[in-house]
């Protein structure tokens, strides 16, 4: 395995870890989701990754003014934000497909769902239990299954790949050529089978493949007690004038994912934006601090908890999106191309989809079919997306 940066330097270790079964795509959710099952029994998953069953639900709620939650959190004041511009700001991350909308059940606000201003709130719909939803700590998943292939003989290089080198006319592959990291020589590996695994960086070596990238941020809290275990999609609707000074006068409505996870901390996303261009590596993807604030700002509008927390990591990362008339992908299979595979595209459920991924192309690549998961006709072919 090559890496340019370091692993689980990408979406893959600042996602929010949330596991569903009513995630998609239908034809490889249920595998994925038993495999993150299996993988955490079999290896201590709820120590060594945070796995755990979440129940989860969508929370409309009104939001209060930043300078009352200030107010109301006894000089505690959020530092204010300027008012951006919108088209390109706030591009949803579509977790939810219509399908999963369907599994929407009416419910009352749950008992030990009691980490939101309870008069705010307007209404509650439970989507998952913890039997249909899961979580895991996203770095440290991907770390320790990184070290578990090691342990099993992987090798992991770290380098930035530069080439992937064809033979017969293009029509096979021979080779890749790579720079190790921290050195100015590239160096040439024989390969007779290359699995594509660069999530939004896929264009870098692939140009044809319609996989595009969406820049998110997110913060992780410490809040000021532990929070119930819950994933939570908000619909918040913010008061006019919600910050001092913005000159808004009408609601704005704006949707966090607020996770809490194991060991007294809750992460938060907002929505993706266009504004900055994929960098050349995830090493200088660009944080901007003050969309992290709004982030925490909304939260501190619906709840004490995040309010009066610690804001414990700032971050950002791209979302891989597929493009295409063909699908909404993930692209998972062989390519036109003899010895050329793409596991690649994921959106915004690759934490998910991840292990039921790895164990269909070991099938690609080992026993020429998938096996696990009825995949043929499933929107997920490379080669029908013109690979
Ligand atoms: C804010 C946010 C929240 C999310 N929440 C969830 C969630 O709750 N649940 C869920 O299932 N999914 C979630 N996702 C989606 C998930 O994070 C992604 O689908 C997944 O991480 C994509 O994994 P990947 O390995 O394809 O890409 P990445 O994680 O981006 O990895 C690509 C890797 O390729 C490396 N690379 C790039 N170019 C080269 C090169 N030339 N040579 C060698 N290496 C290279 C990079 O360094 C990087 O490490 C979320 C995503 C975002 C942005």
Redesign the pocket.
Known sequence: M??????????????????ALW?YPSPIVPLSFRLHKELAKEHGGDKRWGYRGVSCGQLDVKGRRLSDAAAEGEGNPTKTNPVHDEAKERVS?K?RSKESYKALQAAGVPEDLDWFIDSNIQSYDSMGTPETTAQVH?YQFTTSMAELAQEKGARIIL????SINYKDKDSAVESIT?KPKNTSTSTTLPATDIIL?????TQ??LPRAPISA?R???ITFRPSRPCSAYAIFTSITLPPQFRPGAKNKRPQHVSP?I?ARPNNELYA?GE?DTLVPLPP??AEVAVDESRCQDIADYCAAISDELRDGEITTRQA????QVESRVGSGPLIGRTGTKGLFV????????????PGTGKLMSEFVFDGKAESARVEGAGLDPRTYGL
Not at 159 to 162: A, F
Not at 197 to 201: K, R
Not at 317 to 320: A, D, F, N, R, V
Request: glycine share 16%; with cysteine.
């Open positions: 090559i890496e340019a940066t370091s692993i689980a330097s990408g979406a893959s270790g600042k996602a929010g870890g949330l596991l995630a991350l977790k996203p380098g930035s790949v530069e790579y695994t660069l999530g939004p960086w870098s070596l969406l998110a941020h997110s994912e996770y996303c993706g590596t995830t990362c791209y979302l891989p596991a690649a595209g994921h959106t915004c459920w690759g934490i998910q989809n991840g």
